[in-house]
């Protein structure tokens, strides 16, 4: 925020109160380069910086599909310890408060635990229509999951028109569909990419991505925010067998996308942007 016209960091927990140290380190140095009017590094949560994921359903997930869900009548701990000893790498479960996604380690099995918020059944018309675009313009807001998948009440009811006209919405501005493997495979691999930013020059910021995981990660995104706006950016040259990432800059010119198209397990890239 802008206090006394000065950037302030206003952080809502302390960084002590997060779990993960690495995330907690993030936190604690992207609110100091902030208030220092410095650049600001985001590694963005979905493929090639897409603002938000639209969970959908698909024909080929068959049983394991449908059977990879909560049981509501038991704890989330416990229904996520029955969904892993199953066989199930994902499960859906509600939001409370969850905008993303998390990778959890069930009893040695990796689990992707994925927020998954519904209409109301009881919505009609016009009502159901706001409903469904309220809700994605949160999860678009926090970078979240949205759900479209299909429910009965919503055949039953007729109420198919307005979900096909939210589908179409989402897709021109942007989101990201997957099924829920597709996107529990997605976060798994993104889950072991990390992104660093060096500030060079007042013109210039060095990005770093890094994959520690054994799968290829495929247009991770960082977004860099830039306190002082930029013009034009692009990668500088060098010496390198790579492809250059994708570079791309916002209408209002306060920061810049660099897309990795695709990082190797264990690989380590560097790419300098002038801007």
Do not use: K
């Not at 409370?96 to 959890?104: Q, S, V």
């Not at 060096?198 to 991505?209: H, I, M, Y």
């Not at 995104?221 to 570079?247: I, K, M, N």
């Amino acid at each position: 925020m802008i206090y006394r016209g000065a950037p302030v960091a206003w952080l809502g927990v302390s960084p002590e109160q997060v779990a993960e140290s690495r995330q907690a380190r993030a936190l604690a140095e992207n609110a100091l380069r902030y208030a220092l009017r410095e650049p600001v590094l985001d590694l963005r949560a979905w493929p090639e910086g897409r603002p938000c994921a639209v969970l959908v359903d698909a024909a080929h997930l068959g049983s394991s599909g449908s059977t990879c869900q909560l049981d509501v009548a038991a704890s989330e701990s416990d229904g996520l310890r029955a969904l892993a000893h199953a066989g199930c790498r994902f499960a859906a479960v509600p939001p409370d408060g969850r905008a993303l996604p998390e990778l959890l380690d069930v009893d040695g099995s990796a689990l992707v635990a994925i927020p998954e918020g519904r209409a109301q059944a009881t919505a009609r018309g016009s009502e159901l229509l706001r409903e469904l675009l309220a809700g994605y313009e949160r999860a678009e807001r926090l970078g979240g999951v949205y759900s479209l998948r299909a429910e009965a009440w919503r055949a039953a009811a007729g109420r198919e028109a307005p979900f096909a006209r939210v589908r179409e919405e989402l897709r021109a501005r942007g989101a990201w569909f997957a099924a829920p493997d597709e996107l529990a495979a997605w976060w798994s691999t993104r889950s072991h990419v990390s992104a660093g930013l060096s500030v060079l020059a007042r013109d210039r910021v060095r990005v770093t991505f890094a994959n520690s995981g054994g799968g290829v990660a495929r247009g991770v995104t960082a977004r860099v925010y830039l306190p002082g706006g930029a013009d034009t950016a692009r990668v500088e040259s060098g010496l390198s067998l790579r492809a250059a990432p994708l570079v791309r800059i916002s209408a209002d010119h306060t920061w810049i996308e660099v897309v990795e198209r695709s990082l190797d397990p264990g690989a380590e890239v560097t790419y300098t942007i002038r801007f």
